[in-house]
């Protein structure tokens, strides 16, 4: 006679995963969550640091007022070409990481070699060194300067976009040099599918642009939204961003305020990715 299990197997997955996450849970309440709402404290206070004590005037939403209605230059002035410019390179990362993940996947001479060199910069490289290639325009293309594309940019696109056009093109192979987390990512996807799916499409016939189209991407589709999502967050965290560069100790109230809006924006960011993703599986889910 067969032992009663005393949970069911959907339980032991969500406990599982409860498992698993529980470090970063910790992680967060003990190191993250008082910082976090000490910011948002701060940030309805103008703050000031004397040699007895930390002095608190309340000020209520001045410090918000004054970013979003008031001064431009705290928050519009970089935030729009800067989400025009992550507007084009989320995209150009997440198709670089999976076609270079697809291509790694194949079976050739050296591939463990390949795929090291790729993810080799996520680990060498540090914030600093990724500034500093950037600003010395290490990262720019050599045919992008040959054939002066950044100045077509400028004379057929609307001016709106044309500098981030121009940006991305100026840093273009750090942004690709940047891609070894998601093509880890999609790696590990890839495993996921059975090669007995690939075997039967074969059998029936299905050629490798089909097999890709109606096999490979739909079985990658949630790690499309996992990479895009790390992105965003990897991509608004970069050192060159304009907005981060503004939080400083310069005035700890309105840096607390500014934080929480482009905090807000970020989240605004992934709840659009979850909203797309959540309507093409919808739309993709069978009758």
């Given at each position: 006679m067969k032992r009663k299990r005393w949970l069911s197997a959907a339980a032991v997955r969500k406990l599982e995963g409860s498992i698993m996450i529980a470090p970063w849970v910790t992680g967060f309440l003990v190191f993250i969550a008082f910082p976090l709402c000490y910011s948002l404290y701060m940030s309805f206070n103008n703050v000031k640091i004397t040699a007895s004590a930390i002095e608190y005037s309340p000020v209520g939403l001045k410090y918000y007022r004054e970013i979003l209605l008031a001064d431009g230059g705290l928050l519009y002035n970089d935030l729009f070409p800067f989400l025009r410019q992550s507007v084009i390179m989320i995209p150009v990362i997440v198709v670089f990481s999976l076609l270079v993940a697809i291509l790694l996947n194949q079976r050739f001479r050296g591939r463990a070699l390949f795929r090291a060199v790729f993810f080799l910069p996520v680990i060498f490289s540090t914030g600093q060194i990724i500034s500093e290639f950037i600003t010395q325009g290490e990262g720019v293309l050599s045919f992008v300067e040959q054939f002066?594309?950044?100045?077509?940019?400028?004379?057929?696109?609307?001016?709106?976009?044309?500098?981030?056009?121009?940006?991305?093109?100026?840093?273009?192979?750090?942004?690709?040099?940047?891609?070894?987390?998601?093509?880890?990512?999609?790696?590990?996807?890839?495993?996921?599918?059975?090669?007995?799916?690939?075997?039967?499409?074969?059998?029936?016939?299905?050629?490798?642009?089909?097999?890709?189209?109606?096999?490979?991407?739909?079985?990658?589709?949630?790690?499309?939204?996992?990479?895009?999502?790390?992105?965003?967050?990897?991509?608004?965290?970069?050192?060159?961003?304009?907005?981060?560069?503004?939080?400083?100790?310069?005035?700890?109230?309105?840096?607390?305020?500014?934080?929480?809006?482009?905090?807000?924006?970020?989240?605004?960011?992934?709840?659009?990715?979850?909203?797309?993703?959540?309507?093409?599986?919808?739309?993709?889910?069978?009758?």
């Open positions: 002066q594309l950044a100045d077509y940019a400028a004379e057929y696109l609307p001016a709106a976009w044309a500098a981030p056009v121009v940006k991305v093109l100026s840093s273009f192979v750090l942004v690709l040099w940047y891609s070894g987390v998601q093509i880890l990512i999609f790696l590990a996807g890839r495993q996921t599918i059975s090669k007995s799916v690939y075997e039967a499409a074969r059998i029936d016939g299905a050629d490798p642009w089909e097999t890709f189209w109606k096999i490979t991407l739909p079985g990658l589709s949630p790690f499309i939204m996992l990479n895009s999502i790390y992105s965003v967050v990897d991509l608004f965290t970069f050192p060159s961003n304009p907005i981060i560069a503004k939080v400083n100790t310069s005035n700890y109230g309105l840096s607390s305020a500014l934080a929480w809006i482009y905090l807000l924006i970020v989240m605004l960011f992934l709840g659009l990715i979850f909203y797309v993703f959540a309507r093409l599986n919808r739309s993709t889910r069978p009758i």
